[in-house]
């Protein structure tokens, strides 16, 4: 055991190199890598650590390995996972800023879906629970970095009552990816951008049964980032 994990972990390091070198258009898509010999001498590794890096690669979706032939850049865009989304908002230029548009308009989606399911099946638990948080969200002492942090306990709090499973796991990278550059969200937060007043008008609409309000209000809430993006890109 004591051997492996230095090399596993010179593994993921080398992985987690190449993929962000892939993602931010360094090898194209059909372009072959540095052969193994090359990849070991880059990195002063053996080639076993280099074979490994090349599994995790193809498991993202990211390359495709011909034993024998070059292992190339495969159209990750389409083949890859979830795992690339961190690398793919930090690849810069008009790629990082689609992907960060297309994970806005997303989360849209879901914040207006999950509160229409809230305001169908909510029990008076999660609601007082939603109205705590709507409530915290409209101090008006709050620091961006706290808005942001209660604005995505409310979202999950949203996707919980859905019950939807997938949805649950899938909010969790979201929230991961939000909150591994968080800093790079706080504009969405500032005074003339952030309105705690959706939170409040969604609860009190999921606590009517009123769904097409509730599903609206929370659009709207999410509207803002993307009109805020918008502005900064055009």
């Known amino acids: 055991m004591s051997r492996a994990t230095p090399k596993k972990n ?14 931010r258009g360094r090898f194209q898509p059909g372009a072959a890598l540095p052969s193994e010999r090359e990849l070991a001498e880059q990195y002063d590794v053996n ?4 074979r490994e890096a090349m ?3 193809e498991g993202w979706g990211l390359v495709t390995i011909r034993h024998g032939g070059a292992t190339r850049v495969t159209e990750f865009l389409l083949n890859a996972g979830l795992s690339v989304l961190p690398e793919l908002l930090e690849s810069g230029g008009q790629l990082g800023t689609s992907v960060l548009g297309d994970l806005h308009e997303l989360r849209g989606l879901l914040l207006g879906w999950s509160a229409e399911q809230a305001a169908r099946r909510a029990d008076p638990s999660s609601v007082a629970r939603l109205d705590e948080l709507a409530r ?3 101090e008006p002492k709050l620091k961006p970095a706290e808005a942001q942090a209660l604005d995505y306990d409310f979202f999950e709090q949203l996707v919980a009552i859905t019950g939807n499973q997938l949805l649950v796991l899938f909010s969790r990278v979201v929230r991961d990816i939000y909150f591994r550059a968080p800093e790079r969200f706080l504009p969405l937060y500032r005074p003339d951008v952030f309105d705690a007043g959706h939170h409040r008008r969604a609860v009190a609409a999921i606590k009517a049964r009123d769904v097409k309000v509730a599903g609206d209000t929370m659009r709207a809430h999410a509207a803002s980032a993307l009109t805020l993006l918008r502005k900064e890109t055009a």
């Open 10 to 23: 010179v593994a993921e390091r080398i992985a987690s190199t190449l993929k962000s070198a892939i993602v």
């Open 47 to 50: 080639r076993s650590s280099i």
């Open 55 to 57: 599994k995790r690669l």
């Open 136 to 138: 915290r969200l409209s």
